[in-house]
């Protein structure tokens, strides 16, 4: 299935996009981001405040070893985080619904740039110092009764969405 071993996934060039969890609560949604990042070959995630770290059995249970590819660092704080990504020349997006945020489809990543997004606690969502330090924010369009959707899944959308212009920019099948 030409999977790669861990070594290999660690030499391999990476999508220039790094996952921020702000206080990403459950150990579930931390190990299920690791997975996605992994399939994906993201840069790293970076873990903040209340965020646990491998190793822990219950990120491991969903992570299934993605834990052990993916590069990851810790910060106290979010806004730590996206200082430094600032610093390392990264564009930064908070996931929120916010006044002014842009619509996820509509967004476009650009070859040659490095991005970083934050994605929020499940309950509370984004820090407000880290969206106002943020260069913008995207926003999943949502049509039902709800008005959040779980991390995890989130991050899978937004992620898929970088891929599709990072990765997959060929011209569209007709089917």
């Known amino acids: 299935m030409n999977r790669l071993t861990v070594e290999e996934y660690q030499e391999a060039e990476k ?3 790094v996952i921020v969890l702000d206080d990403v609560r459950s150990m579930y949604n931390v190990g299920s981001v690791f997975r996605t990042s992994d399939a ?28 052990d590819s993916v590069s990851w660092e810790y910060y106290d704080t979010a806004l730590e985080a996206v200082e430094k990504l600032h610093k390392e020349g990264y564009t930064v997006f ?21 991005y970083a997004v934050v994605m929020g606690n499940e309950v509370k969502g984004v820090h407000q110092e880290v969206i106002d330090a943020s260069d913008a924010c995207l926003e999943i369009p949502q049509f039902g009764t709800k008005h959040s959707m779980n991390v995890s899944v989130t991050t899978g959308i937004v992620i898929y969405q970088f891929a599709k212009d990072l990765l997959f920019s060929q011209p ?3 089917v």
């Open 40 to 67: 994906f070959r993201l840069e790293k995630i970076c873990l903040c405040g209340i965020t646990s770290t491998p190793p822990h059995a219950e990120i491991h249970k969903t992570a299934l070893g993605a834990e």
């Open 94 to 114: 908070s996931v929120e619904q916010a006044e002014g945020s842009t619509s996820l489809p509509s967004f476009h990543a650009q070859r040659g740039c490095k």
């Open 172 to 174: 569209p099948v007709q």
């Open 15 to 17: 999508m220039p996009l």
